[in-house]
T-cell receptor, first 115, second 117 residues
Framework: AQSVTQLDSHVSVSEGTPVLLRCNYS??????LFWYVQHPNKGLQLLLK??????LVKGINGFEAEFKKSETSFHLTKPSAHMSDAAEYFC?????????????FGAGTRLAVHP | KAGVTQTPRYLIKTRGQQVTLSCSPI?????VSWYQQTPGQGLQFLFE???????NKGNFPGRFSGRQFSNSRSEMNVSTLELGDSALYLC????????????????FGPGTRLTVT
């Protein structure tokens, strides 16, 4: 079965410092992995996706993630945090077992950014 | 291009009542998926509809049902509401089939926040 584990429920950083949000995955086949962001009272926005092309994936707003098969990880990073990055972030894997897309979400990491 | 819209945005119901939520997908998208988000259980897949047919289903009781119309708009219904049904219900639309051998990217609406008292 497909699953993702987000290793931190809360991460707090200062504005201008690097961001690291950690995600490990479990998959019985080559995974399709995503990071989504959810701002308060908003829906989910796709940040980036990995679909077995380049292992370093660049997304919107300066975020990127590296797929590491040997470590079964897909950590999200950003060199310099901005106040507007404060939100909840979800690591997601696709379950194809039903024949079509079903998104399996991690528990989420709430990112706080302090001035 | 207009995004995914959900109505209503907020809803308050009493235990035992039923509720219907609506989702209008992006123009041209034929698949609509529904998700429930709660603080305790996180985001969980409810079901997916494609061309008016339920194609995929999560592990929710039969009180949760849905349908899709010929214009791809979808509704989900929850009957005999329980306190635990209080949640943010999100819908996502997609083309419904992989493009260029890749995955079928889902676009989310803002959600309907349901409160059951």
């Amino acid at each position: 079965a497909q699953s993702v584990t987000q290793l931190d429920s809360h991460v707090s950083v200062s504005e201008g410092t690097p961001v690291l949000l950690r995600c490990n995955y479990s998959s019985s086949y080559s995974p399709s992995l995503f990071w989504y962001v959810q701002h308060p009272n908003k829906g989910l926005q796709l940040l980036l996706k990995y679909t077995s092309a380049a292992t370093l994936v660049k997304g919107i707003n300066g975020f990127e993630a590296e797929f590491k098969k040997s470590e079964t990880s897909f950590h999200l990073t950003k060199p310099s945090a901005h106040m507007s990055d404060a939100a909840e972030y979800f690591c997601v894997v696709i379950d194809f077992s039903g024949g079509y897309n079903k998104l399996i979400f991690g528990a989420g990491t709430r990112l706080a950014v302090h001035p | 291009k207009a995004g995914v819209t959900q109505t209503p945005r907020y809803l308050i119901k009493t235990r035992g009542q039923q509720v219907t939520l609506s989702c209008s997908p992006i123009s041209g998208h034929r698949s609509v998926s529904w998700y429930q988000q709660t603080p305790g259980q996180g985001l969980q897949f409810l079901f997916e509809y494609f061309s008016e047919t339920q194609r995929n289903k999560g592990n929710f009781p039969g009180r949760f049902s849905g349908r899709q119309f010929s214009n791809s708009r979808s509704e989900m219904n929850v009957s005999t509401l329980e306190l635990g049904d209080s949640a943010l219900y999100l819908c996502a639309s997609s083309l419904g089939y992989p493009r260029h051998g890749g995955e079928d990217e889902q676009y989310f609406g803002p959600g309907t926040r349901l409160t059951v008292t």
